[in-house]
Each structure stands twice: as C-alpha cells, then as structure tokens.
C-alpha cells in the first residue's frame, strides 16, 4: 500500500538556522513527490516536485529536496531559516493511475527571532 | 503559473442553508478537480473528484447528497453544502491539475471557511 509519513508534527528552528523537515514513503511504483507550503487560512502552494528526474530538486524561497529510492525519503531543507518560512508544510506522493495523490499529515514549522 | 481561484474566502450561514462554493482554473483547463476539507491543526481529507461532464467521485464516508459538486466547464467547479449544520463548519479547498498525469503538481484555491451558526 502506499504511503506518506512526515516523521514529525512540528519543528523548531531560529532564524538564520538551517532547516530540515522529513518525510517518507512507502511505494510499488515510481511516485512523483511534492513539497507543498499551507499559511494560514491559505490553499497550498507547490515549493518543488520530483517527477523522476534529478533527485536533488531545488524549489521556491531557498528550498530543495533530495530523492532518495534506497532510503525511500525525500526530505525538505532549506540552509537558512527566516521568519516568513513559518508555516505548516505537506509532504505530497502522487501514483499512476490519474491524479492519485496521498498527502502527509503535516509538519508545522516555527522559526524563532 | 497556473492559478486557481476558490470563492468566498469565507462564508458565514445559518443553519438549514446551502452554501455554495467555487473553485475556476484561471489560466489552464482542468478536466479535474478535487474538494478537500480541512480542519484544524489536521492535514486535507479528500472529499470527491469533479470530472467535467460526469458525475463526481465521492471518497467513501462523504455525503454525495450535502455535498453536491458540478463540473459543468474545464474551468469551473463548484461545492455545494446544502442544509448545513454547525457540525459543517470547516476549510474547504480545491485543487485542479494542469495536466493529465500523476507528473502534473496540483494548484490549490485559497480555500474557504466555512461557519455554520
């Protein structure tokens, strides 16, 4: 079955620190993975993608993410935390088949002054 | 980039009332959308699938009957809560794909609060 888990609900960091949110899947197929950012009473909006290209994808604001097919990850970072970046980020997994899409619970990010 | 536009931004009605919600491509055809429901502190719930032309996809637990979606172009959708209750009372978003594979990233509304009082 497939899966997404984002291995933590909420992550502290001051600003000006580097950044690292995590997230994991489970799949039979190659997925397609995306990062997305939610603001507060906001939709979200895609940071990056990996469609099974280069497996460091570089997305929007300094952020980037690296696929990893042997550790099933791809985890979000970002080398420098500022304060706009928080926000509650989802980890999204889309397989073949039309737009089947399993989104991760979240992970809301402070960044303390 | 590819913009979807969701209204209202939020909503207040009393309860036994419909609200409607819509959700446009503004610059792409969509022949899907999708209506989540989100609440607090929770991730997004996907509610049902809007295929232009058909019936929507409901996920299993959603009421097709108070949540009425039509699909009637490739750029509009829209949610109808119909009798709502407090119990209602939620963020509401849509999502629409620019392309007709797994590959294509979803562009989300601003999403809609809804109050049921």
């Known amino acids: 079955a497939q899966s997404v888990t984002q291995l933590d609900s909420h992550v502290s960091v001051s600003e000006g620190t580097p950044v690292l949110l995590r997230c994991n899947y489970s799949?039979?197929?190659?997925?397609?993975l995306f990062w997305y950012v939610q603001h507060p009473n906001k939709g979200l909006q895609l940071l990056l993608k990996y469609t099974s290209a280069a497996t460091l994808v570089k997305g929007i604001n300094g952020f980037e993410a690296e696929f990893k097919k042997s550790e099933t990850s791809f985890h979000l970072t970002k080398p420098s935390a500022h304060m706009s970046d928080a926000a509650e980020y989802f980890c999204?997994?889309?397989?073949?088949?039309?737009?089947?899409?399993?989104f991760g619970a979240g992970t809301r990010l402070f960044v303390k002054a | 980039g590819a913009v979807v536009s969701q209204h209202p931004s939020w909503v207040i009605c009393k309860s036994g009332t419909s609200v409607k919600i819509e959700c446009r491509s503004l610059?792409?055809?969509?022949?899907?959308m999708f209506w989540y429901r989100q609440f607090p502190k929770q991730s997004l719930m996907l509610m049902a699938t809007s295929n232009e032309g058909s019936k929507a996809t409901y996920e299993q637990g959603v009421e097709k009957d108070k949540f009425l979606i039509n699909h009637a172009s490739l750029t509009l959708s829209t949610l109808t809560v119909t009798s709502a209750h407090p119990e209602d009372s939620s963020f509401y978003i849509c999502?629409?794909?620019?392309?007709?594979?797994?590959?294509?990233?979803?562009?989300f509304g601003n999403g809609t609060r809804l109050t049921v009082t």
């Open positions: 999204v997994v889309s397989y073949t088949g039309g737009f089947k899409t399993i």
């Open positions: 999502s629409a794909g620019e392309g007709a594979n797994y590959n294509s990233p979803l562009h």
């Open positions: 610059d792409f055809q969509a022949t899907t």
């Open positions: 799949s039979s197929y190659s997925p397609s």
